[in-house]
């Protein structure tokens, strides 16, 4: 990244790295999702997901998955998969390489993370008709630490635009405060509002990029995607790291029982 780039990320709030995978990156990854989703038994999954008194056995298969690799399904759809998570990056073996190569240690360094730890993975399908909209956000409402370090590295594994549900982002509206926060309260979830502030009023912009770009999403930035009303599939990987000198609370939705968070090494 050079200098005019960090600045562009400092000023909007988000950067796009055009072909920062090769298209033989993004086979490898498509073709080990697409692994991963052969081997998967949907049965019992799908009962969870499918019956509306499950709500339970819902929120402790999605709580438990920080840890784990899970299917997670279309509301609108259900027997079409939305996404994989949420610890591809240190159970799978392929995600796992993919994800702690040097050129995305260099890359946390150069946008200033001090200690980068690697606390979430996603894949992403956005089936053509189905994938659904995801609202506006600031990461920092779901995985939140003190100060807010959380940064996404979102990387395109099909060509992304307006039509497929491409990534809308509020440019430079990072700079507001933090809005809400999605956390524990004792066996329930509650999303607990911080900060009245409406958005900015700023003209969205689609992110419109090409098949094996990397855009690098800041915490705070307020960002959304739309269904895929196309005909093409648009798919993604995504990273979520934190840093490790910030303080990561113990409400957060994502805690790891099992093993801890690691950074790149
Ligand atoms: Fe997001």
């Avoid at 299917?71 to 027997?79: G, L, S, V, W, Y």
């Avoid at 730890?117 to 089936?127: A, N, P, R, T």
């Avoid at 690098?216 to 990987?237: D, E, I, K, M, Q």
């Amino acid at each position: 990244m050079n200098a005019a780039q960090l600045s562009s990320y400092e000023r909007d709030g988000f950067l796009v790295l055009p072909d920062f995978l090769s298209a033989a990156d993004c086979d490898a990854l498509q073709a080990r999702a697409a692994e991963l989703v052969a081997g998967f038994d949907p049965g019992p999954t799908r009962t969870i997901f499918s019956t509306v008194d499950h709500g339970h056995a819902r929120d402790r298969y999605f709580l438990e998955s920080g840890g784990d690799i899970r299917f997670f399904f279309e509301e609108e759809a259900p027997d079409q998969l939305n996404k994989i998570g949420h610890a591809l990056h240190d159970l799978d073996p392929v995600f796992g390489r993919f994800s702690r190569q040097p050129a995305l240690a260099a890359l946390a360094r150069e946008i200033g993370m001090v200690q980068p730890l690697l606390l979430q993975s996603m894949y992403i399908f956005k089936h053509p008709g189905i994938g659904g909209e995801v609202g506006w956000h600031q990461d920092a409402t779901y995985l939140h630490t003190t100060p807010v370090s959380v940064t996404g590295f979102w990387i395109a594994l099909d060509d992304a635009d307006r039509e497929n549900g491409c990534l809308i982002a509020l440019p430079g509206a990072h700079g507001g405060p933090l809005r809400k926060r999605f956390r524990r309260s004792g066996d329930a979830m509650v999303t607990e509002e911080l900060d009245a502030t409406p958005w900015p009023a700023v003209e969205p912009v689609p992110i419109e990029v090409r098949r094996g770009s990397l855009v690098v999403l800041h915490g705070l930035l307020p960002h959304a995607s739309s269904a895929n009303r196309s005909s093409r599939p648009r798919h993604a990987y995504t990273l979520h790291l934190i840093d490790g000198c910030a303080s990561y609370g113990l409400d957060n939705w994502l805690q790891r029982a099992d093993f801890p968070i690691r950074g790149f090494t």
